[in-house]
Nanobody, 122 residues
Framework: QVQLEESGGGSVAAGGSLRLSCAGS????????VGWIRQAPGKEREFVAA????????YYADSVKGRFTISRDNAKSTVQLRMKNLKPEDTAVYFC???????????????WGQGTQVTVSS
């Protein structure tokens, strides 16, 4: 079992930056890939970025490539999402989630956090 807790959301003007953090607990956290998934009001959950269990492989949605960076620190059991040049369309609740492999499909994730709100104003 893996427990996840997000932090670092907030409100920012367009062009600004935020850093989200996902703290994992459970002795197997460092064996799981972790992804960030977001959900805007009235929309389906959307894959944002993912990182393999050892940090060696990363994936990004086309909409965030070059603006978002995912990383992890297994010594601290954390995964971070650095977001820059934020746009109003990035406004959503951001969830971190864990999976055995590195999926881009949202339905492949096994464990989920509660989410953190990111609001980008124009």
């Amino acid at each position: 079992q893996v427990q996840l807790e997000e932090s670092g959301g907030g409100s920012v003007a367009a062009g600004g930056s935020l850093r989200l953090s996902c703290a994992g607990s459970g002795r197997s956290f460092n064996t799981y890939a972790v992804g960030w998934i977001r959900q805007a009001p009235g929309k389906e959950r959307e894959f944002v970025a993912a990182i393999s269990y050892n940090g060696g492989t990363t994936y990004y949605a086309d909409s965030v490539k070059g603006r978002f960076t995912i990383s992890r620190d297994n010594a601290k059991s954390t995964v971070q999402l650095r977001m820059k040049n934020l746009k109003p369309e990035d406004t959503a609740v951001y969830f971190c989630a864990a999976a055995v492999v590195v999926p881009t499909a949202v339905e492949k994730y096994d464990f989920w956090g509660q989410g953190t709100q990111v609001t980008v104003s124009s």
